[in-house]
């Protein structure tokens, strides 16, 4: 309950700095500070990751049976932002608005 509470006080909170940064500087202005205060919880993070081991890459059989991955999910979001643009397609209301035909 506590994370959607705060998520959805920053939606409401972080609307107002998109009329001043782009969506990708807020992105970076919001990440990078998250980052460095939850580095205090990481405690062993870097012995883990250095004693990780690689998983075993799924059999044909089985990489058949599963639904698309994120490459299909890329393949569809770069198209997407090929078509209307990157804000369009981030959702931003501002900005002028996509053509409606065919790609060209």
Do not use: W
Not at 31 to 55: E, K, R, W
Not at 79 to 99: D, E, H, N, T
Request: charged share 10%.
């Amino acid at each position: 309950m506590a994370a959607a509470i705060a998520e959805s006080l920053y939606f409401v909170l972080s609307k107002p700095l998109l009329t001043r940064y782009s969506s990708m500087e807020l992105n970076l202005y919001v990440t990078i500070p998250g980052t460095l205060m939850m580095l205090p919880f990481a405690g062993d993070l870097t012995h883990q990751l250095a004693s990780a081991t690689t998983p075993q890459q799924p059999s044909s059989t089985t990489a058949a049976q599963e639904p698309p991955g994120a490459e299909t999910c890329f393949a569809c979001a770069g198209f997407q932002i090929r078509r209307v643009g990157l804000g369009a397609a981030a959702g931003q209301a501002s900005g002028p608005r996509a053509p409606r035909g065919p790609v060209e």
